[in-house]
Nanobody, 127 residues
C-alpha cells in the first residue's frame, strides 16, 4: 500500500506562484508514474501534469502548459508541481496520484490507471 500526502496549497493572487509537493510512502513494486490532478466545484477531476519514473516523459494539460512544471526526486519519493502565473480558473483541489508501471504503458496515463491518491490540497487564486 502507498500513501500520498500533498502540501503547499493556499490562497494566492492572480499572477502569483505556488509550489505543491507530494510525498509518497509505503511499499511499491517496480517503477511508478506520478501525476497531479485537480477538481473544481461542479466539475470532473482532470489531469494537470504527469511525470514518468525517469522523468524522461512529462505531460501537461493545454491549460497549464508554459505555466506549470512537474518534477520528481526518486531518492525522496516526492513529486512537485511549480505553478506560476496562476489564474482564477486554476482554483481547485489538487490531488497527487501514483500509478504502478507494472504491465502498463499508457501515456499520459488515464485517471483510472492511477492506483493511489492523496487527500488533496486546496489552491485558490483570487482575481
Amino acid at each position: 500500500q502507498v500513501q500520498a500526502v500533498e502540501s503547499g496549497g493556499g490562497l494566492v493572487q492572480a499572477g502569483g506562484s505556488l509550489r505543491l509537493s507530494c510525498a509518497a510512502s509505503g511499499r511499491t513494486v517496480g517503477t511508478y508514474t506520478m501525476g497531479w490532478f485537480r477538481q473544481a466545484p461542479g466539475k470532473e477531476r482532470e489531469s494537470v501534469a504527469a511525470i514518468s519514473w525517469s522523468a524522461r516523459n512529462t505531460y501537461y494539460a493545454d491549460s497549464v502548459k508554459g505555466r506549470f512544471t512537474i518534477s520528481r526526486d526518486n531518492t525522496k519519493n516526492t513529486v512537485n508541481l511549480q505553478m506560476n502565473n496562476l489564474k482564477p480558473e486554476d482554483t481547485a483541489v489538487y490531488y497527487c496520484a501514483v500509478r504502478s508501471d507494472l504491465r502498463r504503458s499508457s501515456w499520459p496515463p488515464p485517471l483510472y490507471e492511477y492506483d493511489y491518491w492523496g487527500q488533496g490540497t486546496q489552491v485558490t487564486v483570487s482575481s
